[in-house]
């Protein structure tokens, strides 16, 4: 089975390697488990807000079809400081996208919450609110979050965990702002079930 991943820097990997991202331990965790997935076919970017992201499916035309289709993003939303009712707003349209990837089966559609960069050294070094930083994202993830249940999409809380481990060194890579693969880790130790469920036979 087809695995598809769209996000950012947290889907991507920024600063590890390949094997440490989160699509890729996911899927080979659900593996280990005896799902027949393939590593994720990935489209995403540092640096990319919504309509970035989105714009970046249209060049890379993606086939629908996949038996899982993942969603992280808004981070840079936030970061460059965009409108919350914006971010709902493009972020209900690339569900739509999501689930068409996935054969128009809201049930194969996997969201990740926004973790809390704020928490991060570079966050700290860069003299930022960081409870600002906090609201904004609180604000963010519940936009995602209303989005996925009104349309059936399972949503996964991994920032909670990003808020009590992201200012730990084994947490972060070298730039003290992205995840390690360990962080990563502990990412997909709370998507795994969901994920197994969604791909379960009905």
Known sequence: MRYLALGDS????????ADGRWPVQLARALRAGGVALDDPDIIAATGWTTDELSAAIDVAQPPAGFALVSLLVGV?????????????????????????LAGDRPGRVLVLSIPDWGVTPFAIASGRDRDRIARELDAFNAAAQTACAAHGI???????????HGAEPAMLADDGLHPSATMYAQWTRLALPVARRLLSPP
């Open 154 to 164: 399972a949503f996964v809380d991994i920032t909670a965990a990003s808020r009590a």
């Open 76 to 100: 840079n939303n936030q970061y460059r400081g965009r409108d919350v009712a914006e971010y709902g707003a493009q972020f209900e349209a690339l569900l739509a996208r999501a689930t068409a």
């Open 10 to 17: 947290y889907t991507i990997g920024e600063g590890i390697d």
